[in-house]
């Protein structure tokens, strides 16, 4: 192993400069954050330091990471991106913690490369974008405000994710912010616990051709252990994706976080870590 180091590293990755921060001790952990585009300083986890050697990437495109190559598409450019990582590090296996898009990173990449996978934890993510999934994501949004009739911002939070496509970096970050309340299972009662995530977090344009995967029928191919972690409220990837996963994947794991939306390591982090620790 190499260049583990704690601390802030960047390498070139075939032209592409990519950052990644290290902290903890243990095995080690590779993170990709979602979006695609959001940064990842998110999924920072003191208590998952306690038990890993955790590897926070700056996915291409986000942070101070350059920019994505030409021609990037949806995952697989993410995914021989997390390759050159792993490669770098000069690790044999890897735990990965994919999130939401990184999710779909995480799982492809151990379809493609299982014997570099030690363990998968799949986090409120999906097997397949196709239009049933987005289709099911605008009902959810659409019924947001009933969820909360007497909380006048909640339906500000809907408009956020309704303002069509962002053309600066700080658009897309200005929608992020508007819209994350829609993104927990009670912002509004929490909102005092959230309010610095929401005010902090930033995302990146990252348009592509296509948003579309279905990797259903290649999901028994995952060979390592996995846990699927989704939280009950989650409007995007709630348990019906999850259950997909699971089904999917022989021998997988399937935490359900009853007391969270899409970040359920910031709504239940004991609990998140508990999930996550099962890989061991």
């Avoid at 890897?94 to 030690?118: C, E, I, K, N, Y």
Wanted: glycine residues 10%; hydrophobic residues 40%; contains cysteine.
């Amino acid at each position: 192993m190499r260049n583990l180091r704690p601390g802030t590293h960047s390498f070139d990755a075939d032209g592409t400069r990519l950052v990644y921060h290290v902290a903890g001790a243990g095995p080690v952990l590779i993170t990709h954050s979602g979006g695609p585009g959001v940064e990842y300083s998110y999924l920072r986890s003191p208590a998952l330091e306690k038990l890993f050697t955790v590897v926070y990437l700056e996915p291409a495109g986000t942070g101070a990471s350059g920019p994505l190559p030409e021609g990037a598409t949806y995952v697989e450019t993410y995914v021989d991106l997390l390759y050159a990582l792993v490669e770098h590090l000069a690790v044999p296996q890897v735990h990965l913690l994919g999130h939401s898009h990184g999710g779909f990173v995480a799982q492809r990449f151990a379809m493609l490369h299982p014997d570099r996978v030690a363990g998968l934890a799949l986090y409120s993510t999906s097997a397949t974008t196709t239009s049933e999934f987005w289709a099911a994501q605008r009902a959810a949004v659409a019924a947001y405000p009933q969820r909360h009739p007497d909380v006048p911002d909640a339906t500000s939070a809907v408009e956020g994710l309704g303002q069509g496509r962002p053309e600066t970096d700080d658009e897309k970050t200005a929608n992020l912010r508007l819209a994350l309340p829609v993104y927990f299972a009670d912002y509004w009662g929490r909102r005092a616990e959230f309010k610095q995530l929401r005010e902090g977090v930033r995302a990146w344009l990252t348009p592509f051709a296509s948003t579309t995967i279905d990797y259903r029928a290649e999901l028994p191919s995952i060979t390592a252990r996995t846990v699927v972690i989704t939280g009950r409220h989650d409007f995007i990837c709630g348990p019906v994706w999850a259950e997909g996963l699971h089904q999917g994947i022989p021998g997988s794991r399937l935490v359900v976080l009853e007391e969270s939306g899409h970040f359920g390591q910031i709504e239940e982090p004991e609990a998140f870590v508990e999930a996550v620790t099962w890989l061991l």
